[in-house]
């Protein structure tokens, strides 16, 4: 692969209008002056051609009232996601594709300390597949590209495009720059080959700072996703390191908020009437950006605070009142 520098990055973004939606990530500090015009135009290609192998096999996921992303992987229609898009094994769940077309899904298993899954389609039908890569061969200031469904899949609108570079790697996380916002949760992180090295998991508080689970681990796991096998932490959310006062749920991005998908008993979410199917959009008037924004919103308050949510259910908004705790030992 090329090894290519560089500051000109809404060039390389405006140069990927006509391979799919796109928002623009901001460089890093750290990148250089391009050595040459000829450069600059040969990331342009190399990045059309990655989006071009990719994007048909970026797909939506709907599992229940929750959405998020997935990338098809294989040939018999096994998709990559993120754990707390799938929330438990053995779900029916939906695929969707970039033309519109739905395909019925499974869901299958999952590590939830490091918010990896893994999906199934039953139907029979021929699909588009992206080639998985090695995460472990990522390097600090190295081009990647992200794709997904912000918001959710909306028709007519192809998986969104940006372009961005690593920040830093590790074995159970990666960190880039490229803007994720909620929906994007289980979308394809690529290298400038097109090959799969990485599954947005978790989005930072600022834009400039997302977190993708590394494709190596999911090899590492491959036999224990494809039983369905699911462990790791979890009531609390996705972030099986997260350890700031919890209210007891386990819950999944939606454009509306964050999804409640189950309750833990004796927790405050429990004790003050939330009901999977809830959809938490504010606390305490701050609005709620997805699973990982509940818990940056909760990381603030001292446990024993009151909180008031303002919760969607059935289409209606309902006022709750609850107080956090401290994460019980041993959870």
């Not at 059309?48 to 992987?73: E, F, K, W, Y």
């Not at 978790?202 to 997302?210: C, F």
């Not at 932490?233 to 991005?253: K, V």
């Not at 308050?301 to 909180?307: C, K, T, V, Y």
């Amino acid at each position: 692969m090329r090894r290519w520098s560089g500051r000109l990055l809404l060039s390389l973004c405006l140069a990927l209008l006509s391979a799919g939606a796109l928002v623009r990530a901001e460089p890093p500090a750290f990148v250089e002056a391009p050595d040459s015009v000829a450069e600059l135009r040969a990331i342009e290609r190399d990045i059309r051609d990655a989006v071009a192998r990719v994007l048909p096999a970026t797909v939506g996921v709907q599992v229940g009232a929750s959405q998020g992303s997935g990338v098809i992987v294989s040939r018999d229609g096994l998709v990559l996601t993120a754990g707390h898009v799938i929330g438990e094994p053995g779900r029916d769940c939906t695929i969707i594709l970039p033309d519109g077309k739905r395909v019925k899904a499974k869901t299958l298993g999952l590590n939830r300390d490091i918010v990896s899954g893994l999906m199934q389609t039953t139907e029979n039908v021929e699909l588009p597949f992206a080639e998985r890569g090695r995460s472990s061969e990522l390097r600090p200031g190295q081009w990647v590209i992200a794709l997904g469904h912000p918001g959710g899949y909306r028709p007519g609108r192809p998986p969104v495009v940006r372009v961005g570079r690593v920040i830093d790697r590790g074995d159970s996380v990666i960190r880039t720059d490229t803007t994720l916002v909620g929906g994007d949760s289980g979308g394809p992180l690529i290298d400038l080959e097109g090959r799969v090295v990485g599954i947005h998991s978790r989005i930072g508080a600022s834009t400039t700072t997302n977190l993708h689970v590394p494709a190596d681990t999911y090899g590492d796991t491959w036999d224990r996703l494809l039983a369905g096998e699911a462990w790791g932490g979890r009531f609390g959310g996705a972030l099986g390191r997260f350890r700031g006062p919890i209210i007891g749920i386990s819950g999944a991005d939606h454009e509306r908020g964050c999804l409640v998908e189950s309750v833990a008993p004796d927790l405050p979410a429990s004790r003050a009437g939330l009901r999977p199917g809830d959809i938490i959009a504010r606390i305490n008037g701050d609005a709620v950006e997805g699973l990982a924004g509940l818990q940056q919103l909760l990381s603030r308050r001292r446990p024993g605070e009151e909180l008031s949510l303002e919760v969607l259910r059935n289409g209606e908004l309902v006022r709750v009142k609850l107080a956090p705790v401290a994460r019980p030992r041993g959870m």
